[in-house]
C-alpha cells in the first residue's frame, strides 16, 4: 500500500499519514482505525473478492481517515494502491458521490444483489445523510429478504456519535433500523476497535450466506489513536487482525472479581472509551463496564459473559443518546427474557428529547459528564 507509480508525487500532508500506518505494522505498535479498515480491503482484494465504496467523499474519507485514492501533487492524476492487490476476478472501485442519498444508495442496493461475491459499501458523510435515503432501507434494504427472498450483503457506514457538533451530525438513527430488527433480516453493530471493524467486513464476504450490515460508525475515535496516551485507546495489534475473530461482546478489561461487582454497565461505541477513563480517573474498582458490539441480532454471549456475577447485581445500559433514541427501547425488551430475568435493568441516557441532540457545545460537555456521574452513582 506503500508502492506507488515512478515519479507519483503524494501530497506532503499525506504521505506520512500512509508512512506511520506502514511503521506502526513493522514494530508491532498499536494502530489505528483507518489502518484495519485499509488492511480489510487490501485481504479480500489479495483473496480475490471484489470491494467497491460509495458515498460522499469516500475516496479521502470525510474525517481525513481512509485515503483509498491519492492525486499527484503536481499533475493532479489519481492512483488507488490497492489496484495492484487485485488478484483473479476482484476490483477496487472507489466512487465520490453526489448527495442524492436516495438514488445513490438505491443504486448500491441493487449492485449488491447483482454481485453477491464483493464487499459493497455504501458511506454516509455523517449518520443523519441517511434522512434523504430512509425509504430505500424501509422498503428494500430490511425488508427485501422477507418480501422478495432477495438477499444482499450491503454495508452501510454511518458516523454516529455525540461530539458537541449539534442535531444533524450527531445521530445516524439507530432507533430506526433497530425498530425494524426481525427474523435476522439485518445485522447493526456500534464497534469499539479497528479489530472488530476488520473482521465484521471480512466475515460479509467470507460466510456462505448474505445479510445487510449496517455499522454505527465513529468519528473522533478514528483521530484519537495518534495523539493519546493511555490504554483506554480504540487500537488494535496485527494480532488481533491475525489471530483474532469478531465478537459480539467485549469482556471487561480489568477482569474484576465477579464476587466485588456491585454494578454492571453495558454499552455499545464510542461511550465505552468515556466510561472506562472516568473509572479509572475516579479509582473505581467494583463496577464492571461489558461491550455489546453487535446490537441485533443479540445471541447469548451477553449471557453467558454475565453468568459469573451474582444475581441481582444492577445492569445499566448507558448511551450517549437521549432515551427515547438510541438502544435503550430496543435492548430494554430484549434483555430481560436474554438474561433471565436475573438482574434489575435501568438505564442512563440524555433525558428524552424530540431533538437528536443539543446545538450547543457546552451543553453537550455538561450532558456528557452528567451521564458519567449516574453510570457510577
Known amino acids: 500500500l506503500l508502492a506507488f507509480p515512478p515519479g507519483f508525487k503524494v501530497h506532503h500532508k499525506v504521505l506520512p499519514t500512509l508512512k506511520q500506518r506502514h511503521d506502526k505494522l513493522v514494530i508491532g505498535d498499536p494502530f489505528d482505525w483507518g489502518t484495519a479498515e485499509s488492511l480489510a480491503y487490501a485481504t479480500l482484494l489479495d483473496e480475490g473478492y ?26 493532479g492524476d489519481a492512483f488507488a494502491p490497492h489496484g495492484p492487490l487485485c488478484r483473479g476476478r476482484a476490483r477496487f472501485d472507489v466512487f465520490n458521490s453526489p448527495l442524492s442519498e436516495s438514488g445513490v444508495l438505491g ?11 464483493a464487499l459493497v459499501i455504501w458511506e454516509a458523510q455523517f449518520g443523519d445523510f441517511l434522512n434523504s435515503a ?29 461530539e458537541g457538533q449539534g442535531p444533524e451530525h450527531s445521530s445516524a438513527r439507530l432507533e430506526r433500523f433497530l425498530q425494524n430488527c ?29 445479510k445487510p ?11 484519537v489513536a495518534a495523539t493519546s496516551k493511555g490504554p483506554h485507546r480504540p487500537v488494535s495489534t496485527i494480532d488481533d487482525l491475525t489471530s483474532g475473530q469478531f465478537q459480539r461482546v467485549l469482556g471487561d478489561t480489568m477482569k474484576l472479581d465477579p464476587a466485588t461487582i456491585r454494578k454492571v454497565i453495558v454499552c455499545s461505541g464510542k461511550i465505552y472509551y468515556d466510561l472506562a ?11 464492571a463496564i461489558v ?8 445471541g447469548p454471549e451477553l449471557r453467558s459473559e454475565l453468568a459469573p456475577i451474582k444475581s441481582g447485581t444492577p445492569i445499566v445500559w448507558v448511551q450517549e443518546e437521549p432515551q427515547n433514541f438510541g438502544s435503550w427501547y430496543f435492548i430494554n425488551a430484549k434483555l430481560s427474557e436474554l438474561l433471565e430475568d436475573r438482574f434489575p435493568i435501568s438505564c442512563v441516557a440524555r433525558a428524552s428529547s424530540s431533538s437528536p441532540a443539543t446545538g450547543s457545545k457546552a451543553a453537550h460537555t455538561i450532558e456528557q459528564n452528567q451521564i458519567l456521574d449516574q453510570a457510577f452513582a
Not at 443504486?107 to 461475491?117: H, M
Not at 434494504?141 to 422477507?146: A, M, N, Q
Not at 439485518?186 to 460479509?204: G, K, M, S, W
Open 291 to 298: 461491550r455489546l458490539e453487535q446490537l441485533y441480532p443479540v
Open 50 to 75: 471484489p470491494v467497491r465504496l460509495s458515498g460522499q467523499d469516500v475516496r479521502r474519507g470525510t474525517f481525513s481517515h481512509r485515503h483509498a485514492v491519492l492525486y499527484d501533487a503536481d499533475t
Open 213 to 223: 450490515l449496517v455499522i454505527m460508525s465513529p468519528k473522533s475515535l478514528l483521530r
Open 134 to 162: 430512509q425509504v430505500i432501507v424501509d422498503q428494500f434494504l430490511t425488508s427485501s429478504e422477507d418480501k422478495w427472498h432477495r438477499l444482499s450483503g450491503l454495508v452501510l457506514l454511518l458516523p454516529h456519535g455525540y
Open 277 to 287: 477513563t472516568a473509572r479509572e480517573a475516579r479509582g473505581i474498582s467494583d463496577v
Open 107 to 117: 443504486f448500491e442496493f441493487g449492485y449488491s444483489l447483482d454481485y453477491p461475491d
Open 182 to 210: 426481525a427474523e435476522d433480516n439485518i445485522q447493526v453493530c456500534n464497534l469499539t476497535t479497528p479489530a472488530q471493524l476488520f473482521h465484521a467486513l471480512r466475515r460479509q464476504v467470507l460466510r456462505p450466506w448474505r
